[in-house]
C-alpha cells in the first residue's frame, strides 16, 4: 500500500447517518486530467492517478456498484465527495458473483447513463473495467466467511459471497482507498466486507450508510427497473412487512410467530418468499427474542415476478 496510507481498525459496524452534505474543496484540475478521470478502464490507468492523487496528499474514496444507478448510489457518491479529497466509482457486473446465469443475464447495464449522473454529483473518477481486465484468467482463489455462508444470501445463494470477496479485496488492491462505502440495504454484505478487511488487513475504513427508499417504502435498487407496473404497486409490501414484524416484535409477540405469519401474508399477496429472518445484526446469525437496541435486524429476501428482491431493518 502507499505509505501515505491510514490504517484504521474495522471491529463494529457503523449505522450512523452518513452526510449528504457536499463540500467545494477548491480541487483545480487541469481540463485534459479531468478528461482522463471521466471514464477509466484499466487497473493501470487507475493506479497511476492513485499515485499522483497521493503525492498530492489526496485522500481517496471508493464506492463500489455494477452500475445501473439510482439515488441510493448518487447518496454515497455524495457522502464520500464530503470526506475525501478523490472519490473513485467502479462500475463493474462481476459475474464470479452470479449463482444464476440468467439473473447476470438481465442484470442492467447501462454505462453512458451512470456517467452522466455520476458526473451530476461531480464524481472524480470512473472505473468500469471489462469483465476480461478483472479477470484475465479464471480465480482459482476461494474464499470462505465461515458462518456467514450458512444462512440467507450464503444459504441461498452458494458461491455468491467467493465472488463479491475477490472482486472486492481486487478493486481494493487496484483503488488502495482510505475510506469505501457501501449501503445498509446489502446488510449480509457488509459483514462479509468486514471480514475481508479484517482478515486481509486492509487499511480502509468501511462506511456504512443508511438504505435510501422510494416514498412508499421500498428500497431503491438496480432491479426495481425490472418491475412490471403491476409488481411495482405491490413491491411496497415488503417494507411494511418489515415494519409490521418490528412492531409486533417490539410489543412481545414471538419471533417465530411473527416471522412465519407475515412471510405467509406476503406470499399470499404474490410474493415468493425465501427467507424472513430475525437476526443478530453484527454476526447475522438467527435469534429467537430481541437483543439491546440497535442490535437487531429483520433480513427478507423475496421473488415479485422474475425479479428476486432483498430488504433489511435495523432496530
Not at 78 to 89: H, P, Q, Y
Not at 112 to 126: F, I, M, P, T
Not at 182 to 200: P, W
Request: aromatic share 6%.
Amino acid at each position: 500500500m502507499c505509505k501515505n496510507t491510514h490504517f484504521f481498525a474495522i471491529n463494529q459496524p457503523n449505522y450512523g447517518r452518513c452526510s449528504n452534505i457536499v463540500t467545494n474543496l477548491g480541487r483545480h484540475v487541469p481540463k485534459l486530467e479531468r478528461l482522463l478521470m471521466d471514464l477509466l478502464s484499466t487497473g493501470l490507468n487507475v493506479r497511476r492517478l492513485v499515485l499522483d492523487r497521493r503525492a498530492k496528499g489526496n485522500t481517496i474514496g471508493l464506492v463500489p456498484t455494477m452500475g445501473a444507478l439510482h439515488q441510493g448510489h448518487l447518496e454515497l457518491i455524495k457522502t464520500a465527495k464530503a470526506e475525501n479529497d478523490w472519490v473513485v466509482c467502479s462500475i463493474f457486473v462481476n459475474p464470479t458473483q452470479f449463482n444464476n446465469p440468467e439473473d447476470l443475464a438481465r442484470y442492467p447495464r447501462t454505462l453512458e447513463a451512470d456517467r452522466k449522473l455520476l458526473e451530476s454529483v461531480g464524481c472524480d473518477a470512473v472505473f468500469a473495467p471489462s469483465v476480461e481486465e478483472m479477470y484475465p484468467a479464471a480465480p482459482d482463489l476461494k474464499m470462505d466467511f465461515g458462518l456467514l455462508e450458512t444462512v440467507m444470501e450464503g444459504a441461498f445463494r452458494p458461491g455468491h459471497f467467493n465472488g463479491v470477496g475477490i472482486v472486492v479485496a481486487k478493486l481494493f488492491n487496484i483503488v488502495q482507498p482510505d475510506q469505501a462505502y457501501f449501503g445498509q440495504k446489502d446488510l449480509q454484505q457488509t459483514a462479509v466486507i468486514r471480514s475481508l478487511v479484517r482478515n486481509l488487513s486492509f487499511p480502509i475504513a468501511l462506511k456504512i450508510c443508511p438504505t435510501v427508499r422510494e416514498s412508499d417504502g421500498l428500497a431503491m435498487s438496480s432491479r426495481n427497473v425490472r418491475l412490471s407496473p403491476e409488481e411495482r404497486a405491490l413491491a411496497p409490501e415488503i417494507y411494511k412487512t418489515l415494519s409490521a414484524c418490528k412492531a409486533a416484535l417490539l410489543g412481545g409477540a414471538p419471533a417465530k410467530e411473527v416471522l412465519s405469519r407475515h412471510a405467509e401474508n406476503l406470499d399470499r399477496s404474490g410474493f415468493n418468499t425465501e427467507y424472513l429472518e430475525l437476526v443478530d445484526v453484527v454476526t447475522l446469525q438467527a435469534i429467537d427474542g430481541l437483543k439491546s437496541e440497535g442490535g437487531n435486524a429483520l433480513c427478507i429476501a423475496t421473488h415479485l415476478g422474475p425479479v428476486r428482491l432483498i430488504d433489511n431493518l435495523v432496530f
